[in-house]
């Protein structure tokens, strides 16, 4: 089977203008190499502590920013190689939930018409658009009602319903939920989720879950990519992370979760003290290196890759990686 994403070795730095301008432009490099696939009705996540290149890394993957290197597959198709009219329709089956709707919710627009705006652009005829309009949102739980409602007088949680149903009515294949439900609280995150789970099982969606919240990528992700400084450290099943994590920065994470009810991966709590450091001067060898518990002095010279420990279970650590 092609995976329905397949994301091959991007890169992305930004040039940032030097606060002693004296020195000129600096550059971050907010993706470093990244690859990983997303197979067709899974729910992917992809956690690390802010600042680690997620935001980044969802701009790209739809296609908002272009990567500087690498290649993003969809469907099996090149995403830069697309025609104008290719990428057209890779859109509509790709879209993007961010975190707080309402700075892209128009605030003087009725929620329906926001809803049904997508669709006149592609061309769907007046009536057809009102109808889907009523049906994903009755999909997403608003009632008719809410069609005339503006965004200001909506709660947090309808608000994210209304943009679900945005994207809904696009007939999408995959979902980026980039912090998605992060500013909700815990019972409107937990009857969003169900309801991802029925569009899923109704749509066949593939979701990306995009999120700091591990507790939460835990319970409705199969497969889970940890971020560090624009790299990923780590790639495996979720069994494997939780319970047979190969990277200190992993096993820093999972100690940092107060919420998780039972630690699976027990052992010394690793503490995560200190920044990340500066994505401007990364310093040669691990990027983790200054705040791992495990540093060897092989780690501040080489770079460790991402080896596969065991099938489907990778990581990008001296220490777990296999004997040459
Ligand atoms: Fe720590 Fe070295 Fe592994 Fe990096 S390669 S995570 S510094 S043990
Ligand atoms: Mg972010």
Not at 34 to 63: A, I
Not at 134 to 148: F, I, K, N, T
Not at 299 to 310: D, G, V
Request: proline share 7%; net charge neutral.
């Amino acid at each position: 089977v092609t995976p329905i994403l397949q994301v091959s070795d991007i890169t992305k730095t930004y040039s940032v203008k030097d606060r002693a301008r004296f020195f000129g432009k600096q550059h971050v490099q907010a993706v470093r190499g990244v690859s990983f696939d997303v197979y067709q009705g899974d729910n992917f996540g992809l956690v690390g502590e802010s600042g680690c290149g997620k935001s980044t890394l969802s701009r790209l993957l739809s296609w908002v920013e272009e990567p500087d290197s690498g290649a993003i597959l969809f469907e099996g198709k090149n995403i830069a190689e697309m025609t104008g009219r290719e990428r057209f329709g890779m859109r509509r089956g790709f879209q993007l939930l961010l975190q707080d709707p309402y700075n892209c919710l128009p605030p003087h627009l009725p929620v329906g018409r926001t809803i049904g705006m997508a669709l006149s652009i592609h061309g769907v005829g007046r009536k057809e658009t009102a109808e889907r309009v009523r049906a994903a949102m009755a999909e997403v739980g608003l009632s008719p009602d809410d069609l005339h409602r503006l965004p200001v007088g909506m709660s947090a949680g309808q608000r994210q319903r209304v943009n679900i149903a945005r994207a809904l009515v696009l007939e999408p294949k995959l979902l980026i939920l980039d912090e998605t439900l992060s500013a909700l609280d815990p019972v409107e995150q937990g009857r969003l989720l169900n309801l991802f789970e029925r569009l899923q099982a109704k749509h066949g969606l593939t979701y990306l879950f995009i999120s700091h919240d591990l507790a939460m990528v835990r319970r409705v992700c199969t497969r889970i990519a940890v971020m560090y400084l624009g790299k990923m450290v780590e790639i495996a099943d979720t069994g494997g992370v939780f319970y047979d994590p190969g990277h200190p920065y992993t096993k820093a994470l999972l100690s940092a979760v107060p919420t998780l009810d039972e630690r699976p991966y027990r052992t010394e709590d690793v503490l995560l003290d200190g920044e990340p450091p500066s994505p401007i001067d990364l310093p040669p060898g691990c990027s983790f290196t200054a705040r791992c518990p495990e540093a060897m002095t092989t780690c501040r010279i080489k770079e460790p890759a991402l080896w596969s420990r065991q099938p489907g279970r990778l990581a990008a650590c001296h220490v777990t990686a296999p004997a040459p």
